[in-house]
């Protein structure tokens, strides 16, 4: 798994983390038998990961006999890993950007395709919302994330973490925050800490949108001015007196309103929007 990792706390000879990749190597073995316990492969699924970096999560993952594939952007470890990985029948490698690669081309039916990755944390939120769209053909994804865009992920309506992550996260997936994970596990250490969390895109999503992208929007512009009431920051999309119709108070915050309130929001604005003077 890669902020990108390897094994124990060795790393090639001549491979520097490469601060532009967001690379903190996973070296910690305890933390390492911990996500791979809370994965538990089988072998008749699909497993990718994410930056393996240097292949401490890799390897442990290929015992598993799981049919496996890497996505690795840095071109001077795609050399490294296959070497190191030659004798895994199991084992591919694809040199790729993983914010403009399609993982659907990777999917086969019959075979749960998971994810898994030490996401750099100069990439994280894009790189979600990327993978939100792949849907329920993902079976789950467990990620190592900066602990507070996990918090973010995992907010409730009224926290402060609470956001545009939480809600459009919410909205196709299952969230828990499994374990947190201190600076001490990675080399270089990150300031910050790291957290594991699982997604598990809803096969019925429990407040379907009848237009996503309408949903996305008006949620980002909620967030946009999140202390503004919602009267203010959605005046362009809906008036007050459609909110109180809803049963959504047009001076709350966004902050305080649930999944369901912005799919009511985006279904109304759908069938009702406002239409310039």
């Known amino acids: 798994m890669s902020k990108n990792s390897s094994r124990g706390s060795r790393k090639p ?5 490469r601060k532009r990749f967001g690379q903190n190597f996973l070296h910690d ?7 791979v316990r809370s994965i538990n492969p089988r072998v008749e699924e699909q497993l990718v990961e994410i930056g393996p970096g240097l292949g401490a999560m890799t390897e442990p993952l290929l015992d598993s006999g799981v049919p496996f594939t890497a ?4 071109r001077d470890l795609v050399p490294v890993l296959r070497t190191k990985f030659f004798n895994y029948p199991n084992f591919n490698i694809i040199e790729a950007d993983a914010l403009k690669f399609d993982f659907r081309t990777l999917i086969k039916e019959g075979h749960p395709f998971r994810l898994v990755g ?18 329920p053909s993902v079976t789950d994804m467990h990620f190592m994330l900066q602990k507070e865009v996990v918090d973010r992920l995992a907010a409730k309506p009224g926290d402060g973490q609470y956001g545009r992550l939480s809600v459009m996260a919410q909205y ?14 990675f080399n270089p250490p990150p300031k ?3 957290a594991i969390v699982r997604l598990e895109p809803h096969q019925e999503k429990p407040f379907p949108c009848r237009d996503e992208k309408l949903l996305s929007r008006v949620v980002r512009q909620a967030f946009a001015m999140r202390r503004k009431t919602l009267r203010n920051c959605l005046k362009k999309e809906i008036s007050a007196e459609a909110l109180e119709l809803l049963g959504i108070d047009p001076q709350a915050r966004p902050e305080t309103l649930g999944v369901a309130d912005f799919v009511k929001i985006a279904d109304y604005i759908l069938e009702h929007p406002l239409t310039e003077d």
């Open 71 to 74: 996505i690795e952007l840095d």
């Open 172 to 185: 196709y997936c299952r969230v828990e925050s499994i374990f947190n994970v201190g600076p001490g596990a």
């Open 29 to 35: 073995m305890t933390v390492i038998d911990r996500i």
């Open 13 to 17: 000879v001549g491979h520097q983390a």
């Open 118 to 135: 030490n996401l750099p944390y100069n990439i994280s939120t894009p790189l979600i919302f990327h993978l939100l769209e792949i849907g």
């Open 192 to 194: 910050v800490w790291s």
